[in-house]
């Protein structure tokens, strides 16, 4: 059965740097968003993407926030200044349309030091 | 404010005994409401969604508008059910149905 994957699985680095946290949709899927979740916190909604462009973010997807869709396959988020409040589990997810389930990803462990 | 709110952190039971995961909503429009599963070491997956009226693995979950809730159920607790148990709701005031997450309440399942 077709898998959302999220590379790494864990990405440690140092306050000020840049991430890229990278995900591969389902093939036939035409949604695309990005969640968080704090440790000991719920999951929330950062982004969702759909025909190429950002459809919707929330407040915590601010400036340092970018999502791409570079090659038809890979859909990455990059953080371009972290902050130790980055430091967070990242889920992908895709989805084929509106009303069908979400696919979620494995998670990328992002630790800020 | 659209809303999820799941009260217990934490549900202890025996084997053999009935579970009932707290859900409760706020929401404006007509709420489309999922129960989502994490099995330890295993990513998010959709456990089951209010609108197809199914039981999955013996769960099932009905939509009480009146009450605003979405309590997932299980006559018989099983083991192998123990893990993260999150309630979330389709958020279509944002038109592409991101999902708002409850805090998630820990199943624990003792032999």
């Known amino acids: 059965e077709p898998e959302v994957t999220q590379t790494p699985s864990h990405q440690v680095t140092q306050m000020g740097q840049e991430v890229i946290l990278r995900c591969v949709p389902i093939s036939n899927h035409l949604y695309f968003y990005w969640y968080r979740q704090i440790l000991g916190q719920k999951v929330e909604f950062l982004v969702s993407?759909?025909?190429?462009?950002?459809?919707?973010k929330s407040e915590i997807f601010d400036d340092q926030f970018s999502v791409e869709r570079p090659d038809g396959s890979n859909f990455t988020l990059k953080i371009r200044s972290t902050k130790l409040e980055d430091s967070a589990m990242y889920f992908c997810?895709?989805?084929?349309?509106?009303?069908?389930?979400?696919?979620f990803g494995p998670g990328t462990r992002l630790t800020v030091t | 404010a659209q809303r999820v709110t799941q009260p217990e952190k934490l549900l202890s039971v025996f084997k053999g005994a009935p579970v009932e995961l707290k859900c409760n909503y706020s929401?404006?429009?007509?709420?489309?409401l999922f129960w989502y599963v994490q099995y330890s070491r295993q990513r998010l997956q959709l456990l089951l969604r209010?609108?197809s009226r199914e039981s999955i693995k013996g769960f099932t979950a009905d939509l009480n508008k009146g009450e605003t809730s979405f309590h997932l159920k299980k006559p018989f607790a099983q083991e192998e059910d123990s893990a993260m148990y999150y309630c979330a709701l389709e958020n279509y005031g944002g038109s592409q149905g991101n999902l708002i997450f409850g805090k998630g309440t820990k199943l624990s399942v003792k032999p």
């Open positions: 997810a895709s989805r084929t349309g509106l009303g069908y389930e979400q696919y």
């Open positions: 929401y404006s429009g007509s709420p489309e």
């Open positions: 993407f759909y025909n190429n462009e950002i459809s919707e």
């Open positions: 209010h609108i």
